[in-house]
């Protein structure tokens, strides 16, 4: 079942937010800290309330096995077709469920709640080395849609 995530699901989405960061901290060290969170429990609570930023669970029975964390955005600017669009800040499905069509069914009720809610499309950003998941979104259908390059200083 996938559902609106509560405050009561925190610990286990700190935990899977752990899991997101350590595979980004083995992929790019330079940039993420290993053993870290993108979200201190403080700052999920207000996340979990706001309409903005719907963030989804999937779970079984009462375990939370995986979440997306979602941000409608607005495109607009002068030379933009105006539209909104569902981002997928962050999907994340447990090590130990993995496989087993969890993080299809997390994706499917985003496309979903983004139809239902007048969006136009939903995007998401992937980094480069990420392959399994760079997998896992183009079986689902998206592609690529911009490319952000890189010159390393340090």
Known sequence: ?????????????????????????????????????????????????DEKTPIFVAVDGEKVVGYAFCVYKEQSGANLVPGKTLYIDDLC????????????????????????????GVTLYVWEGNDRAKRFYEKMGLVPRATTLEYKLK
Do not use: W
Not at 99 to 109: D, N, Q, S
């Open 1 to 49: 079942m996938i559902r609106r995530a509560k405050e009561g699901d925190i610990p286990k989405i700190l935990d899977l937010l752990l899991q997101v960061n350590d595979v980004h901290a083995a992929i790019r060290p330079d940039v993420f800290i290993p053993g870290k969170t993108k979200y201190t429990p403080d700052e999920l609570i207000p996340k979990l309330a």
């Open 93 to 120: 499905v447990d090590e130990s469920e993995r496989g087993k069509g969890t993080g299809e069914k997390l994706y499917r009720h985003v496309l979903q709640t983004a139809k239902e809610n007048g969006c136009v």
